[in-house]
């Protein structure tokens, strides 16, 4: 049977500067099943970060429902979301958002403090992850003695450390190369499928999308139409 991860209803943002009014999202509506790879693809400025931090529970909507595994983040206050962020989601930035005095290490143990698990747990866990991420020989590198593919990887093995059920990437390559771009694509999309671990990442590079088995095409805040992909990243 199917499961929903994510059911967004009629999902409605207005910022308000000064007197301006911006909608930066409106009638966004979408599903996303649990264990899915999906893409919201979109120009600078069609409001994917929005989307993305309203997914996360960082900015309420103005209008519409979020439901994340049959619960309506919307209605949560700061505490709950915060105890919700830690058990359901992790996050993949474009700037990497490493801490730059940790090591390798040290940054991807970090998640698993606010767990309350016992230091050598949180290393033997962070190094096995640093492993399956191709950086064995790199757990005691700072962020600044790594290269940005590199530094990614880390990101990725700090966003899986806890095996979340949902994980959020906002442009995740953007500050990549394409030959990184591909090996930091096909190791997240790797990494999900292996636990049904549900992917949505944000982009607006049309490459970056056709790894996904979903693609969410968002311009000026709308949903202008959801494209499904064959696993292979063929279009049907
Ligand atoms: P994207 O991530 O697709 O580039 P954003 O979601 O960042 O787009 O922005 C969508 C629209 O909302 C833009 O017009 C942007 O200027 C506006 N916007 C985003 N955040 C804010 C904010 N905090 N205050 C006012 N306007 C904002
Ligand atoms: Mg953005």
Known sequence: MVKTAVEVKNLRKVYRLGQEKVVALDKVSFNINVGEICCILGTSGSGKSTLLNMLAGLEKPSRGTIKLFGKNIEKMD?????????????????????????????????????????RSLRDQKAAKILTAVGLATHTRHKPSQMSGGQQQRVGIARAFVNQPPLILADEPTGNLDSNTTREIMQLMVEMAQTHQQTLIIVTHDRDVAAYAEKIIHILDGNIENIEILSPKGEEL
């Open 78 to 118: 700061e505490r709950q979301l915060a105890r919700f962020r830690q058990k359901y989601l992790g996050f993949i930035f474009q700037s990497y958002n490493l801490l730059p005095a940790l090591t390798a290490l040290e940054n991807v143990s970090l998640p698993l403090v606010f767990q309350g698990i016992n």
